[in-house]
């Protein structure tokens, strides 16, 4: 292997370990007893990271992984397929958002974390077989606007500071 090949896989591989920490961290505060289902998405900083300083590609990859190995540590099956859900559609608009828009960071993140929750929110209908639960989003894009222009200042910063690394 040579030294750039190995460089990325551990760049990815600290990516990955980062948003595990973040994970981690995020589940120590029970914001899920004020609002069921709100968490503060601190770990979509380390895939506004990917996105912005190595790829689309890398970035979804790296959220796919994340999800699934913080859904088999910390979570179960549905945990799982929600985060899915909500990660793959998130991370989709996200990168067509950036790509296709002049959206500032902060607005890519905003919109990153309403579509998580509009991913959750289908999967959620699909499970529970019910669509009475869609009023539920309105409450949850207030905590996600909220979160995604937190999480997209901090991000705005760190891409600032760090050099590409693709």
């Not at 460089?7 to 980062?18: N, S």
């Not at 912005?52 to 088999?72: M, T």
């Not at 499970?127 to 894009?141: A, C, F, G, K, P």
Request: some cysteine; hydrophobic content about 55%.
């Amino acid at each position: 292997m040579n030294k750039t090949y190995t460089k990325k896989i551990a760049i990815r591989a600290l990516l990955i370990a980062m948003a595990m920490v973040l994970s981690y961290v995020e589940a120590q505060f029970q914001l899920s007893g004020i609002v069921p289902g709100m968490k503060l998405g601190l770990t979509n900083m380390v895939v506004m990271v990917a996105l912005y300083k190595i790829s689309e590609k890398e970035a979804i990859i790296i959220n796919i992984i994340r999800i699934a190995l913080v859904g088999f540590t910390f979570g179960n099956t549905f945990s799982l397929i929600y985060s899915l859900a909500g990660g793959l559609l998130s991370g989709l608009v996200m990168i067509l958002l950036k790509h296709y828009s002049k959206a500032s960071i902060v607005t890519v993140s905003v919109v990153g974390g309403i579509c998580h929750n509009i991913g959750q929110i289908i999967v959620a209908m699909i499970v529970l077989e019910t669509t009475s639960i869609v009023y539920y989003l309105l409450v949850l894009w207030i905590t996600g606007i909220v979160a995604g222009v937190i999480v997209g200042l901090v991000s705005g910063i760190v891409v600032k500071r760090l050099p590409d690394i693709r």
